[in-house]
């Protein structure tokens, strides 16, 4: 397969197109035609899986029950192609509904790298600047997503080498007896060089008097000076908790300055997001079935507490809907193609 070939298949995937997402994350699974990212590569199809593709969720348990393989792939011609290379992360990152504070704000941080880059070819002293950054906000806002688009930045920039993102939480970091954490933290660093690591929930590290939280926190201080110009970190998590995390550690308040706020997602964004599941899935909806879809979604976001899921709760709903179709169907003696696609009043049983 040629490089244009991919080319054309990852911009059909960032369009959307489900089949496109299931072929680019088998390829990066696989390692074919460019390097191996299974990491990547399980992204594309997790995406793919939530627009209800049975065949992206297979690959996806298919590739989690397998060890993972060297980081490696050969081209055509056997010479590695990096497909990294071909994303556009600021396209990405502008193509994402709603989010326009945290667009400002990567679009801010990228302008600033840019320059420093600018001055430092022209013989000018950079200040001192920390890319090490905490996501702020309530679940579902899209912080990961946006913690993946940053990192490919960063490599866009020259800043990483690979850029990939490395997503943990506490589970992966802290083990449960004397003398673990410290080596169990040191190993997902060591996965994260040259790219993101970026750790949920972070503040859950704190934990009681006999807690090993407290060591996977002096390790992970210690790596990012070690290896400060191999490693990003990205702290995430609910604003209130990220912040009194911080700042209970000086380690923590000195390299953690970048704060990003995520905002909730309106009634009207939230709305656009079950839309573009629509489209990605080749779904039609009948008018007064998206009416009253927006009446549930509008009723959800008024009575939402923090733990609202935002995009997370537009997910399940509209697995909640194509389910409810399937129901609807199956009672049918015969269905053609159109029917297969159209969700009707009757489905937006919530």
């Given amino acids: 397969m040629t490089k244009e070939a991919i080319d054309q298949i990852y911009e059909q995937a960032r369009r959307g197109d489900v089949f496109a997402k299931t072929l680019l994350g088998q390829i990066l699974c696989e390692g074919r035609y460019v ?29 989690l029950s397998k060890p993972m393989e060297a980081n490696v792939g050969s081209g055509a011609n056997g010479n590695a192609n990096s497909l990294p ?60 997503t946006v913690a993946r688009i940053v990192a490919g930045i960063y490599k866009e920039l020259g800043l990483l080498k690979k850029g990939h993102l490395v997503e943990v939480d506490r589970s992966k970091l802290v083990a449960e007896y004397v003398g673990q954490t410290g080596p169990k933290t040191n190993k997902v660093i060591d996965e994260a060089l040259d790219g993101v690591l970026f750790i949920d929930e972070a503040y859950s590290l704190l934990g009681g008097e006999n807690d090993f939280g ?32 911080i ?62 899921g935002n995009a997370r709760y537009v997910r399940n709903l509209f697995e909640k809907v194509v389910q409810n179709q399937a129901n609807r169907l199956a ?20």
């Avoid at 594309?44 to 298919?62: F, T």
């Avoid at 920390?130 to 679940?139: L, Q």
């Avoid at 599941?277 to 079935?289: C, E, N, T, V």
């Avoid at 009672?331 to 919530?350: H, R, Y």
């Fill in 85 to 144: 290379s071909m994303v556009d992360s600021s396209a990405e990152l502008k193509s994402l509904i709603g989010l326009e504070r945290v667009k400002e704000d990567v679009d801010s941080l990228r302008n600033l790298i840019k320059i420093q880059a600018l001055r430092k070819q022209q013989g000018l002293p950079n200040t001192k600047v920390s890319y090490h950054c905490v996501f702020t906000g309530n679940p579902g806002t899209g912080k990961t």
């Fill in 247 to 308: 700042e209970s550690n000086p380690g923590l308040q000195s390299r953690f300055n970048r704060y990003i706020q995520f905002d909730d997602y309106s009634a009207e964004e939230l709305t656009e997001i079950f839309k573009r599941s629509l489209r990605k899935s080749h779904y039609k909806i009948k008018r007064d079935a998206f009416e009253k879809l927006q009446t549930v979604i509008e009723k959800a976001v008024t009575s939402k507490d923090k733990h609202f």
């Fill in 331 to 350: 009672k049918m003696d015969a269905i053609n193609n159109e029917e297969l696609s159209i969700i009707t009043i009757e489905d937006i049983k919530i």
């Fill in 35 to 63: 390097v191996q990212d299974r990491k990547n590569g399980l992204g594309w199809l997790r995406d793919a899986s939530q627009c209800n593709c049975i065949y992206a969720r297979e690959l996806v348990n298919e590739y």
């Fill in 214 to 245: 407290a060591e996977a926190i002096a390790t992970l201080l210690k790596r990012m000076e070690d290896d400060r110009d191999r490693l990003v970190v990205i702290l995430a998590g609910y604003t209130n908790e990220i912040k009194e995390f």
